[in-house]
């Protein structure tokens, strides 16, 4: 049954943002009250497009004490888990439908003392993350197709948020249901109505605006959301 009192966390993902001024948009994103930040990670192969490796994530983490959400969108995340933990990622994301083995990922991600999350992309089901959901610490509904911010939401991913979300409540267990991609206050909304309790936001805090005023308006709209689930 869903709580009134679970956890809702809010984490801008930086590749919105101004490269420029990382340190700023670091900044502002912390002094707006962020509760973690999400880094996303390609190798121009799993996805189309290439953004940063472990020395930027590195340079992050000298800026803040705030926990780093490592998305890995790459073919052999197993490889370069050590790499982006010594960066001082705290939870390393890797896709299932990436060449790594998902249970031997989970098994040395565990091993470094790193957080571990699941992630799946739009078309793939729930199910694909059976031989590693129990222990997983963070379950990442992709709402998006990997690779790029500033695409719109796709609701159809919803009812795996819900299930996700229903399966770790069966287990008595709180580990994350992370929504990512597309998310605005309108989309945050009902992805916390169905479970989600992770919000990775790109365009919605840093593309337009001051990042302090767009964070208020996702955290209502969290909070609205997780009420609306409550029976
Ligand atoms: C997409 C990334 C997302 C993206 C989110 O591949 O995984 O984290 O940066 O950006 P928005 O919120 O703009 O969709
Ligand atoms: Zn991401």
Same mark, same amino acid.
């Given at each position: ?26 900044? !502002? ?14 190798d ?24 780093l959400?490592?998305?890995?969108m ?13 960066a ?16 031997e ?10 957080a571990?999350?699941?992630a ?26 990997p ?5 719109e ?17 069966? !287990? ?5 249901v ?17 479970g ?20 208020r ?13 409550v029976?």
């Amino acid at each position: 049954m869903p709580s009134p009192t679970r956890r809702l966390r809010l984490a801008p993902s930086l590749l919105s943002a101004d490269f420029a001024a990382l340190g700023d948009a670091v900044r !502002a994103a912390e002094a707006g009250g962020a509760d973690a930040l999400h880094l996303d990670v390609m190798d121009g192969h799993f996805v189309p497009n290439l953004s940063f490796g472990p020395a930027l994530v590195a340079a992050v983490r000298a800026r803040t004490r705030l926990p780093l959400d490592v998305h890995l969108m790459i073919s052999d995340p197993l490889r370069y888990l050590d790499a982006f933990h010594r960066a001082g990622g705290d939870t390393l994301v890797f896709h299932v439908e990436s060449d790594s083995d998902p249970a031997e990922v989970v098994r040395r991600a565990h091993a470094l003392g790193s957080a571990v999350g699941g992630a799946i992309s739009p078309e793939t089901p729930l199910a694909a993350l059976d031989p590693v959901f129990d222990a997983l610490d963070q379950v990442l509904v992709m709402s998006v197709h990997p690779g790029f911010s500033g695409q719109e939401f796709l609701p159809d991913v919803l009812p795996k948020v819900r299930a996700a979300r229903e399966r770790l409540d069966r !287990a008595g267990r709180n580990a994350d249901v992370s929504i990512d991609g597309g998310i605005t206050a309108a989309t945050a909304v009902r992805a916390a109505e169905a479970g989600a309790t992770f919000f990775v936001c790109g365009n919605s805090v840093f593309a337009h605006g001051s990042v302090g005023e767009n964070l208020r308006r996702l955290r209502a709209a969290v909070e609205e959301g997780a009420q609306r689930a409550v029976p």
